[in-house]
């Protein structure tokens, strides 16, 4: 008989103080398990917890909370008669779940100023985990996660981690006295029914839309007709991994822009079938559960590029319900949820051939209203970062950033901390259009001219048809005066509600404004 502990469990682990450490596995037969916390200057355990398998062998230990950030600790695991697994060198601390797509994904090595920040960033507090990649449950999983370990953050590991998953633990550990574990769960080009059960996108229409889309699309190979194809598909993206493995080696902190232009994109999109990677539940049951219900502080998530295809206007839903399910797999119905809204982006064929088909402005504004409606679910706008013809921004520490700042705010309590945007209040229309903001600043800026092209700000009368509109900052700091001649009786309003365009407003503090849009209900004295 053996004891198997999940992959997560290894030396140098970060586990969540205040909360029950939960150790999980597996055992090849019924037994009654043991788990015993040392701290490694005493004899005796800090704490014992036990356990019994269930019918499939798998087992949870709860284990009592350590009551402030300390370490390290030495964590036994047994049964009886066998030697115990032992992990060496664990802390409690902070540990947050970092998930997402490429966005996410994308390796701190290769964002704007890494060779010069690299360098410099020495010793930190900050241990990572990545967990394998998978899509199905198989032996090459097994291995990967075999292999999986905690990582010290420092000059020599850090580029290998998230961009934005490292600047969000920069900033938490300037904060806070403890060791930050960050959990980093992404895989690129991946749209949210991935991310959830299939049991959970039953639960709506929205969902039920994304596994519609799916199958229709696997029916249109035979099997035979996709392993030809996901063959030859293979094929070209190990050549393109060869190729950009070569030129990172000369040249490690090449942005996936600069990469794109001496090599070209990765190739893309593969074949859709039954044996597909990305299929409804895939990364949720290959990688998301292989970690719940690891104890966690919260999730920081970026993603909903690849659900800007078709799917714009049911994320919404679907992102609501992946939030629920994971608060339920990791046993926390309060689990802090900070996301990014996605930023600017628009292809170059589209937008020399003056097409928006605005789904990215459609699926922010799904974003957001999941922001309003989910409680203890925090946005962090990033309109500011996109880059024309690029998905993947290399700026990846304003979003790191400013997810660590609602984190502060928001899970950690801590005062004068400016977290939220400036988000609209109201509209009213009279001679032009006044609209009045909240958010954490004192005054609101507009950092590019005062002309209607450049403003961000369009108006519409009851046709529908926006017009580009003439902005300035009123005297209180707070409030937005618009001018469109074009327009007789403003209906509508929106701000930066495009796919890629200006997003001039700003608060004094760097905080870029929520793109929005609405219909003005009221008018100049009306109530």
């Known amino acids: 008989m053996a004891i198997r502990l999940n992959g997560i469990f290894k030396d140098n ?83 947050w779940l970092a998930a997402g797509e490429s966005n996410m994904e994308y390796p701190l090595a290769r964002t704007e100023y890494s060779k010069y920040l690299i360098p410099k960033i020495g010793k930190t507090e900050v241990r990572y985990y990545k967990v394998p990649q998978a899509g199905f449950l ?27 998953a490292f600047y969000f633990a920069q900033s938490i550990e300037s904060r806070i006295d403890a060791k930050i574990g960050i959990i980093q769960c992404t895989f690129s080009d ?51 991994k060869e190729h950009l493995d070569t030129l990172l080696k000369v040249n490690p902190n090449l942005t996936y822009m600069e990469t794109d232009a001496l090599i070209g994109p990765a190739p893309w999109p593969p074949p859709v079938g039954p044996n597909a990677v990305r299929h409804p ?57 900070l996301f990014c809204q996605l930023p600017m982006y628009i292809s170059k064929d589209r937008k020399y051939m003056g097409y928006d088909d605005m789904s990215w402005p459609l699926l922010r504004e799904q974003q957001q209203i999941v922001a ?70 004192m005054l609101l800026n507009l950092t590019t001219g005062f002309g209607p092209e450049d403003s961000g700000f369009e108006v519409a009368g009851e046709d529908g048809e926006f017009f580009p509109a003439e902005a300035t900052v009123d005297f209180d700091g707070k409030t937005v005066l618009l001018s469109c001649p074009m327009v007789e009786y403003p209906s509508k309003v929106r701000y930066a509600f495009f796919s890629y365009g200006p997003t001039p407003l700003h608060a004094q503090n760097g905080l870029t404004a929520t793109p929005f849009q609405v219909r003005i209900d009221k008018d100049l004295g009306g109530i």
């Open 190 to 240: 991946s749209t949210i029914d991935c991310w959830q059960s299939v049991e959970s996108l039953l639960t709506t229409q929205e969902g039920q839309a994304y596994i519609k889309d799916f199958d229709e699309r696997t029916s249109e190979y035979t099997p035979e007709e996709f392993n030809s194809l996901q063959a030859k598909f293979d094929k070209r993206e190990k050549d393109y």
């Open 138 to 164: 198989d032996d090459e999983l097994a291995k990967a996660e075999e292999e999986s370990k905690w990582v010290d953050v420092d000059s020599e590991t850090a580029g290998e981690m998230s961009g934005v």
């Open 281 to 337: 539940g895939s990364f949720f049951e290959s990688m998301i559960l292989r970690v719940a219900p690891y104890t966690l502080r919260g999730v920081i998530f970026y993603q909903g590029e690849s659900d800007t295809d078709g799917h714009q206007t049911e994320y919404g839903r679907a992102f609501e319900s992946l939030i629920s399910e994971w608060r339920e797999v990791f046993f926390d119905d309060e689990l802090p949820f």
């Open 372 to 441: 309003i409606d989910v409680r203890n679910a925090y946005m962090a706008v990033t309109a500011d970062c996109g880059e024309f013809d690029n998905a993947h921004p290399s700026d990846k520490k304003t979003p790191g950033d400013r997810l660590a700042l609602l984190a502060q705010k928001f899970v950690y309590g801590f005062e004068n901390i400016e977290a939220v945007a400036p988000f609209i209040i109201d509209a009213r229309r009279g001679e032009g259009v006044e609209i009045t903001f909240g958010g954490d600043y």
């Open 13 to 95: 682990m970060v586990f969540q103080w205040g909360a029950e450490l939960r150790i999980f596995g597996n055992s090849d037969k019924p037994c009654a398990v043991r788990c015993e916390l040392f701290k490694e200057e005493y004899d005796e355990p800090v704490s014992i917890a036990e356990s019994v398998t269930e019918e499939d062998g798998s087992f949870l230990i709860c284990v009592n909370p350590i009551d402030e950030p300390d370490g390290p600790f030495e964590i036994r695991v047994s049964a009886e008669g066998e030697e115990p697994v032992i992990i060496q060198n664990a802390y409690a601390g902070e540990v």
